[in-house]
């Protein structure tokens, strides 16, 4: 006889069954009505479907053949080679996976190369805060994101996590830069290939016995949670800056939003799911993304890991309990509890105290003489952080996965 798992309950139907499994599994089920409407997005228009029960369906037959057809190490081995946006497909693809990959890097027609250019303004000017909030505010809360922990724990990916942040960084350093998703940059070629990512991972995941037996769901990384994941990256990013006060002009905010929603097309989240102002990303974000934050076993073991990436550095002795104290303090003290994350007596008050004024100077709102020392320390610190993260990032390339973790 099978074993009685939360997921076989699930399929087995009855009501009873399902009732006993939703109250082991409460919090990763906290997930509301879809009420959010098509009307604020970047499309202006849509059915309204829950985005729940929409995937991708150009991309995930494609490459469940290519997986399934063995030919994905030879895509893997071409696209190696396929780097920059502007640059022609690498000849010798499969033509059914040529044909979309021709369509997947076109732009959106409402894609505004003026908003783009002021957006690489925005990411030079704060590419400080940028680079910080990346790493420890979305990095960390996609550890409490209960789909997606399991989902990256239980993938190939989840086996190796200082490959996997390199790799998840280059995106972020990608839509930053300078050329992003001008010929010369890399973000389109980036967010393609992710596509392509995502599509096997919905086709290997459900084959993992350690996944389905934990997973509510059968097909992973539904268009509902690739927005969950989105809003964890530049609605969270955009929260935190405000709630910091770092002054923003209104034109570059709508320039760094439109970045992403770029992005998000060229993931393949469709058009009506993606939020056309920050009011409209703030109220989805209500909706999907703050009632589902919760704790699971994998989140806290990836999150242990992130912690820990450090570690060869300086054994742990400064990078871990300085990590620890920016997560604390950057997602609250509930979400650091989850995490196991310990309190730290010296960076925590440091960083209540003086994290305000610190972002006073370096925005010129408080004068440099009042500013003790310690606020240069942060500065040099973040530097250094960020400069380790981003040329981890640069060599690294994004491939097709053909199986879960062993
Ligand atoms: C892979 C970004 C949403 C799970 C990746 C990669 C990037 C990325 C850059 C390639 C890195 C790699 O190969 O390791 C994003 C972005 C998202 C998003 C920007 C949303 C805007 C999601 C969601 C889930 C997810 C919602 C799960 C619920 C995964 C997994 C991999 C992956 C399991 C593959 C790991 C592996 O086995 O190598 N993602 N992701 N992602 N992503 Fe996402």
Do not use: C
């Amino acid at each position: 006889m099978e074993p009685v798992t939360r997921r076989n309950m699930l399929r087995a139907g009855g009501a009873l069954g399902a009732l006993g499994a939703l109250s082991v599994a409460a919090p990763a089920h906290a997930q509301s009505m879809w009420t959010w409407s098509a009307k604020g997005s970047v499309a202006g228009t849509g059915a309204g479907a829950d985005p729940r029960w929409v995937w991708d369906s150009e991309a995930d037959p494609l490459v469940a053949s290519l997986i399934e057809r063995g030919d994905v190490p030879m895509v893997n081995q071409l696209l190696r080679t396929w780097t920059k946006n502007g640059q022609p497909l690498p000849a010798g693809l499969p033509a059914d996976l040529r044909d979309f990959m021709e369509r997947a890097r076109q732009l959106p027609a409402w894609a505004d190369q003026r908003k783009l250019a002021l957006a690489v303004d925005f990411n030079e000017k704060r590419g400080l805060y940028l680079g910080v909030l990346y790493g420890l505010a979305s990095g960390m809360m996609s550890t409490v994101i209960p789909k997606e922990a399991r989902a990256v724990y239980y993938s190939q990916g989840g086996a190796d996590m200082k490959d996997r942040i390199s790799k998840t960084a280059k995106l972020g350093y990608d839509i930053g830069s300078v050329n992003a998703y001008l010929p010369t940059g890399e973000m389109i070629v980036t967010a393609v290939k992710t596509r392509l990512v995502h599509a096997a991972v919905r086709h290997l995941l459900p084959q993992s016995p350690y996944w389905a037996d934990v997973a509510d769901e059968d097909i992973p990384i539904s268009q509902r949670d690739m927005m969950v994941t989105w809003h964890s990256l530049p609605t969270t990013v955009m929260r935190k800056l405000t709630d910091w006060e770092v002054p923003i002009p209104d034109d570059e905010s709508a320039a760094f939003l439109h970045s992403w929603q770029v992005g998000a097309h060229l993931l393949g989240i469709r058009d009506e799911y993606i939020p056309a102002s920050w009011s409209e990303a703030n109220s989805q974000a209500e909706q999907v993304l703050d009632p589902i934050l919760a704790a699971t076993p994998e989140g806290v073991k990836l999150a242990d890991i992130l912690l820990k990436l450090g570690t060869p550095i300086d054994a742990g002795l400064l990078s871990k309990p300085i990590l620890g104290a920016f997560t604390r303090f950057m997602l609250g003290d509930q979400i650091a509890g989850w995490l196991k994350i310990p309190r730290e007596p010296v960076w925590d008050p440091l960083l209540r105290a003086a994290w305000g004024p610190f972002i006073a100077v370096r925005e010129g709102l408080l004068p440099f003489p009042l500013a003790p020392k310690a606020y240069w320390l942060f500065d040099e610190f973040l530097r250094k952080a960020a400069l380790l993260f981003l040329s981890e990032a640069r060599p690294i390339s994004i491939e097709i996965p053909v199986t879960n973790r062993p």
